[in-house]
């Protein structure tokens, strides 16, 4: 199985760009999709961004997201910080047999 | 819209086991696989598994199997997942989240989480 990482912690200023990374351990980032979720304190998560840069239908703009090979690396990038963007996000993806979690980034919007 | 809508909280003693269902609607049951994922108190998301509720064919993290077993009804459009022989660390909230569209193992649709306590 293969892990992925990302920042505990990022804060950044309302109308700013801040971007969560999320660091495959072994095996492609390429080679399966990654996916990211919002979670406020006590909802369930929400997709904000699937198979690596697509968006459904409701998040708005300011969310992307992209993959980087050369470092084996997914991020999610949010511009224009909103106080409401405040919450836990957590990447996602797989090999054959098995769903991985990242260990989730709290985003604080100050 | 897709609805996944699971059952209530449970408290349950040390040993014990718990069932939670999810109800689904607004889509195609028997389509998309149902994936079981857990949230420890102030913890992430930790996977557990999935059930084609097609075939009931399932796939559980290997950290689970032996004490999870996941289960459909079709008639009904409910999964469930039962987790046994539990212990206090299993306290969490329990939620079933449905795939994407031909890639199974993309969680997508998130139910609005069960929690279940164990404690003595």
């Known amino acids: 199985n293969f892990m992925l990482t990302q920042p505990h912690s990022v804060s950044e200023s309302p109308g700013k760009t801040v971007t969560i990374s999320c660091t495959r351990s072994s095996g492609s980032i390429a080679s399966n999709y990654v996916q990211w979720y919002q979670q406020r304190p006590g909802s369930a998560p929400t997709t904000v961004i699937y198979?690596?840069?697509?968006?459904p239908s409701g998040v708005p703009d300011r969310f992307s997201g992209s993959i980087d090979s050369s470092s084996n690396s997914a991020s999610l990038t949010i511009s224009g910080l909103k106080t409401e963007d405040e919450a836990d996000y957590y990447c996602q993806s797989y090999d054959s047999s098995n769903v991985v979690f990242g260990g989730g980034t709290k985003l604080t919007v100050l | 819209q897709v609805q996944l809508v699971q059952s209530g909280a449970e408290v349950k003693k040390p040993g014990a086991s718990v069932k939670v269902s999810c109800k689904a609607s607004?889509?195609?049951?028997?389509?998309?696989?149902m994936h079981w994922v857990r949230q420890a108190p102030g913890q992430g998301l930790e996977w557990m598994g999935w059930?084609?509720?097609?075939?009931?064919?399932?796939n559980y993290a290997q950290k689970f199997q032996g004490r999870v077993t996941m289960t459909r009804d079709t008639s009904i459009s409910t999964a469930y997942m039962e987790l046994s022989r539990l212990r206090s660390d299993d306290t969490a909230v329990y939620y079933c989240?449905?795939?994407?569209?031909?890639?199974?193992?993309?969680?997508?649709?998130w139910g609005q989480g069960t929690l279940v306590t164990v404690s003595s």
């Open positions: 059930i084609n509720p097609n075939s009931g064919g399932t």
């Open positions: 989240a449905r795939s994407r569209l031909g890639i199974t193992m993309i969680v997508h649709y």
């Open positions: 607004g889509y195609t049951f028997t389509g998309y696989y």
């Open positions: 198979e690596d840069n697509q968006r």
